[in-house]
T-cell receptor
């Protein structure tokens, strides 16, 4: 079963708007990561947030983590057509335990 | 620095056959993980290797196996292929995933079983 579950599963917005994706997970984590995947190709690492952090920024990306609610959100500001992709959260419990990916949010940015 | 490479990129096999997929990690990376991606199940963890040792294994049948060589290159093998094995197989490398966490993914091998 998936550890992380993204919400919504699909999102369509106009270029310039903000996009928010949410991820919920079930067990304790060491860190949570967000990845992007274009058209069934390899995943690209976007941002990592550790369990003792609440918010992190990278360019137009903002990630929040609420360990009490076991949830994270990814905000993409001022979206561009090139942001069209699937976005996945991945939870890492730490140590030798496996990283688990959510089912992803498919984002479409309309020019 | 060259990225993670996977060969072959596309593969068509028949039920009952076996297949071997290869992954070359980024130079200096010692952790290699394999994932199976399907539309219905998303990304499912297969195995993780570090310095030729399997660190963890996902919930897949014994038909799925893997190994890592001394140069960190990794292979995975699927025997007695089934239609349900059709998927994108992704390999990811990192310096040491338990320390640096971030994984770098290859482009994947698209396996179609007919």
């Amino acid at each position: 079963s998936q550890q992380g579950e993204e919400d919504p599963q699909a999102l369509s917005i106009q270029e310039g708007e903000n996009a928010t994706m949410n991820c919920s997970y079930k067990t304790s984590i060491n860190n949570l990561q967000w990845y992007r995947q274009n058209s069934g190709r390899g995943l690209v690492h976007l941002i990592l947030i550790r369990s003792n952090e609440r918010e992190k920024h990278s360019g137009r990306l903002r990630v929040t983590l609420d360990t009490s609610k076991k949830s994270s959100s990814l905000l993409i500001t001022a979206s561009r057509a090139a942001d069209t992709a699937s976005y996945f959260c991945a939870t890492d419990p730490g140590g030798y335990q496996k990283v688990t990916f959510g089912i992803g949010t498919k984002l479409q940015v309309i020019p | 620095k060259a990225g993670v490479t996977q060969t072959p990129r596309y593969l068509i096999k028949t039920r009952g056959q076996q297949v071997t997929l290869s992954c070359s990690p980024i130079s200096g990376h010692r952790s290699v993980s394999w994932y199976q991606q399907t539309p219905g199940q998303g990304l499912q963890f297969l195995f993780e290797y570090f310095s030729e040792t399997q660190r963890n294994k996902g919930n897949f049948p014994g038909r799925f196996s893997g190994r890592q060589f001394s140069n960190s290159r990794s292979e995975m093998n699927v025997s007695t292929l089934e239609l349900g094995d059709s998927a994108l197989y992704l390999c990811a490398s990192s310096l040491d995933r338990t320390v640096s966490y971030e994984q770098y993914f290859g482009p994947g091998t698209r396996l179609t079983v007919t």
